[in-house]
């Protein structure tokens, strides 16, 4: 039987990269996928493409950074399939802005803290009740190698993830008694189509961070398993861990 069979998931941004491979591999292990995107054409292809293949799939557009958005994101789910299990805060990420603390333009912290960070909490602020109300389930949230290592020129990004990699550990232990786990992933350089597009352009960070990986380069899918497997009933006695995907890049 699929390991996700009559769960009911919730993916933000889930249009591209790792958010749409996340939600086809839950997909395929036969959850009901709901994409919460920012970019309405391509949350709506993600949802086409999961339909296509005999999936269950409604996209969502919704803005990770408002209350409002995110709130009705997570009531057009319960209200559509009856329901929620798994929520993967996924929608984040950082811009070429971004530096040292005494360099960086201070719109670029805030930039990174409301998106990466504030996003994860709006998210499970919501969530949360969600799944406690369906009898339990996974939150999986998006952290980085960044939040495990020093990493020089990338502090905004730095404080956000850091922060997703703490409030993953205190809402583990604070909703544990509801049945609730709560994980989070640290990916490294992965593979999708906008940090493929810095690397072919020879982008020195990018370039550099590659050559660390240990056993070859990291794709979207290589997070969406990890992600699959966080959902599961495989991951039934984890919580509050933050699970480097990095090809080794954190021991490198």
């Not at 969502?60 to 805060?89: F, K, W």
């Not at 530096?99 to 960070?117: G, H, K, M, Q, Y």
């Amino acid at each position: 039987m699929p390991r996700l069979t009559n769960k009911i998931a919730l993916i933000t941004g889930a249009g591209t990269g790792i958010g749409r491979a996340t939600a086809r591999a839950m997909a395929a292990e036969g959850a009901k996928i709901v994409v919460a995107e920012l970019n309405a054409a391509s949350g709506e292809q993600t949802a086409q493409i999961i339909n296509q293949s005999g999936g269950d799939c409604i996209a969502i557009t919704t803005d990770v950074t408002q209350e409002a958005s995110v709130r009705a994101a997570i009531e057009t789910a319960v209200r559509h399939y009856g329901g929620l299990h798994i929520l993967h805060n996924n929608a984040g990420g950082s811009t070429p802005v971004d530096s040292t603390v005494v360099d960086v333009p201070i719109e670029e912290f805030w930039r990174a803290i409301r998106l990466d960070l504030f996003g994860t909490f709006l998210g499970c602020r919501f969530g949360i009740p969600a799944i406690i109300a369906s009898g339990g389930g996974s939150v999986i949230n998006m952290a980085s190698n960044v939040a495990l290592m020093g990493v020089a020129g990338r502090d905004c990004y730095t404080a956000a993830k850091g922060g997703i990699a703490a409030i993953t550990r205190s809402m583990a232990v604070e909703f544990a008694p509801q049945k609730v786990r709560v994980n989070a992933i640290a990916p490294s350089a992965t593979m999708t189509d906008r940090v493929r597009g810095r690397l072919e352009a020879g982008n020195p960070r990018v370039t550099k961070l590659a050559a660390a990986h240990l056993v070859g380069l990291i794709e979207p899918e290589d997070i969406a398993n990890m992600a699959v497997f966080l959902a599961s009933e495989e991951s039934r006695m984890v919580t509050g861990h933050v699970y480097p995907v990095d090809s080794g890049v954190t021991i490198s």
